[in-house]
Nanobody, 121 residues
Framework: VQLQASGGGLVQAGGSLRLSCAAS????????MGWYRQAPGKERELVAT???????NYGDSVKGRFTISRDNAKNTVSLQMNSLKPEDTAVYYC????????????????WGQGTLVTVSS
């Protein structure tokens, strides 16, 4: 299972960015997809997750500003980030958990390479 994230960049405070992530491989289904982030000197933290059924979970700091969505048929997940703040600056990582593959079995906790989001004040 491979995850390819895109969409990071530099934006001014108050602006918006959209991150996308595509999972590839011999995938049958993905239970949970999500985004996590890690700022310099800090631990990786939850941004948002979404199940295959559409249930979402957000970190407290992004509630009301970020929206996660996914396309189960395409194995993609997106993160719409609005009203960005300098404290949102971080490397954002895509995650796919409990991925069922054609060869059998389930792959857990798969990570993408990360995409940098920088919000200037």
């Amino acid at each position: 299972v491979q995850l390819q994230a895109s969409g990071g960049g530099l934006v001014q405070a108050g602006g918006s960015l959209r991150l996308s992530c595509a999972a590839s491989g011999r995938i049958l289904s993905i239970n949970v997809m999500g985004w996590y982030r890690q700022a310099p000197g800090k631990e990786r933290e939850l941004v948002a997750t979404i199940t295959s059924g559409g249930s979402t979970n957000y970190g407290d700091s992004v509630k009301g500003r970020f929206t996660i969505s996914r396309d189960n048929a395409k194995n993609t997940v997106s993160l719409q980030m609005n009203s960005l703040k300098p404290e949102d600056t971080a490397v954002y990582y895509c995650n796919a958990d409990r991925v069922a593959v054609l060869s059998g079995g389930t792959h857990s906790n798969n990570w993408g390479q990360g995409t940098l989001v920088t919000v200037s004040s």
